[in-house]
């Protein structure tokens, strides 16, 4: 599973790097990617690494502030979040790809899911 590190408040315009730490899997055997939920909705996908840590996809609303990042030696996957914005407080949770049941990246298609870590940016 993984476990979910990093987060915390932040005023807007600061940065947070989050951190996912892997255990009792092959981490490097599995495409990686970081999901985020707010109360009520759905969990949604804002990187996808593929196994090699090449960073395939971002969600529009993250491109050029957040940056994906694994390493396969240490079984860590980061997410470094940059101009942070009250948009983005939400619980932050990374998953491993175990099925392609769709073309995009959706939630029942991951697995290993750790506990989250919540960010908070304050206006």
């Known amino acids: 599973q993984m476990v979910e590190s990093g987060g915390g408040l932040v005023q807007a315009g600061g940065s947070l790097k989050l951190s996912c730490t892997a255990s009792?899997?092959?981490?490097?055997?599995?495409?990686m990617a970081w999901f985020r939920q707010t109360p009520g909705q759905e969990r949604e996908a804002l990187v996808y690494?593929?196994?090699?840590?090449?960073?395939?996809w971002y969600k529009d609303s993250v491109k050029g502030r957040f940056t994906g990042s694994r390493d396969n030696n240490k079984q860590i996957f980061s997410l470094q979040m940059n101009n942070l914005g009250p948009g983005d407080t939400a619980m932050y949770y990374c998953?491993?790809?175990?099925?392609?049941?769709?073309?995009?990246?959706?939630?029942?298609?991951?697995?290993?899911w750790g506990q989250g870590t919540r960010v908070t940016v304050s206006s």
């Open positions: 998953a491993a790809r175990l099925r392609y049941g769709s073309s995009g990246y959706v939630d029942t298609d991951f697995g290993y």
């Open positions: 690494t593929t196994r090699a840590g090449l960073v395939v």
């Open positions: 009792g899997f092959t981490f490097r055997d599995y495409p």
